[in-house]
Nanobody
Framework: QVQLVESGGGLVQAGSSLRLACAASGLTFSSYGMGWFRQAPGKEREFVAAISWRADITYYADSVKGRFTISRDNAKNTVYLQMNSLKVEDTAGYYC????????????????????WGQGTQVTVSS
């Protein structure tokens, strides 16, 4: 059974940093690209960042580019999202997800591409 468990969310002030982690089990983690998505109340889920299975490709939403960094540690079956210079508009539930395709040669910023999802961790940024 595949499980993705996010951690690291919290309440912070604008300009602060947080690092989210997503621990995976039940799948060959090192074979799959991973993504982070977020969803704010009343809004649709949106893509944040993705990383390929070999970590040689990363891709970011324009809204977080230059502030957020996605990385992975295949030895720990964990993907991370380092979030710097947080803004109030970054407030959302953050979800990690695993690609449905093994050894994909690209990353896809579309939720429908991802077959496994975590339960999410809340990030709240105050002004």
């Amino acid at each position: 059974q595949v499980q993705l468990v996010e951690s690291g969310g919290g309440l912070v002030q604008a300009g602060s940093s947080l690092r989210l982690a997503c621990a995976a089990s039940g799948l060959t983690f090192s074979s799959y690209g991973m993504g982070w998505f977020r969803q704010a109340p009343g809004k649709e889920r949106e893509f944040v960042a993705a990383i390929s299975w070999r970590a040689d490709i990363t891709y970011y939403a324009d809204s977080v580019k230059g502030r957020f960094t996605i990385s992975r540690d295949n030895a720990k079956n964990t993907v991370y999202l380092q979030m710097n210079s947080l803004k109030v508009e970054d407030t959302a539930g953050y979800y990690c997800a695993a690609d449905t395709v093994r050894f994909a040669n690209t990353v896809v910023p579309l939720a429908r591409r991802y077959g496994y999802w975590g339960q999410g961790t809340q990030v709240t940024v105050s002004s």
